[in-house]
């Protein structure tokens, strides 16, 4: 008979699966302590968390066969719950760094991901750069039609002032 933290937990898991936007399985044996809690920084800031909790409630709350062979060893589990790849890129990136950890699979959706689709997950550009990136291009066109606008404005300016210029030059010639 299961125990009341264990349901808890696996209560809590289920409830942290759906409100995550993706979801990745590490390994993280061989990280130091204070390199845990380096991560646990980078995924906070970019709007994820890191779960360690045992592999077989996580088999329970997912019920997902697919990723039972990633449940094995001293996993931890990343959910992303603002953005989609935000927590992805931190994860990478702290990957990168330290070469510690065994990115292994992940969820997106109901889509189960391997360690090369979150590999390329984590090269797309953050929510935040595709909001400013849209934002520069809807800018675009009307930087270009104010340019337009403006620019008889600053075409009769020039000419005005080359008239000016030569006038003394014509004056000069007509005494």
Known sequence: MPN??????????????????????????????????ELRQALKDAGAEL???????????????????SLE????FVFCNEDEVGGIKALFTFHTESEKLVIKQGLMGDKVLTADDLEALSKLPGKNQLIA??????????????????ASQRDLVYVLK??????????????
Do not use: C, W
């Open 4 to 37: 009341q933290v264990n349901i808890d937990t696996v209560k809590l898991l289920r409830e942290k699966l759906a409100q995550a936007k993706s979801f990745a399985i590490v390994e993280y044996s061989g990280t130091s302590v204070n390199e845990q809690v």
């Open 51 to 69: 779960k360690v909790v045992k592999n077989a409630l996580v088999k329970k709350a997912l019920d997902i066969r697919d990723l039972d062979s």
């Open 73 to 76: 060893g001293q996993n931890a």
């Open 133 to 150: 990136m849209l934002i520069s291009r809807l800018q675009g066109p009307a930087y270009g039609l104010v340019n337009v606008l403006k």
């Open 162 to 175: 080359a008239i000016t210029k030569k006038k003394p030059a014509i004056a000069e010639k007509t005494e």
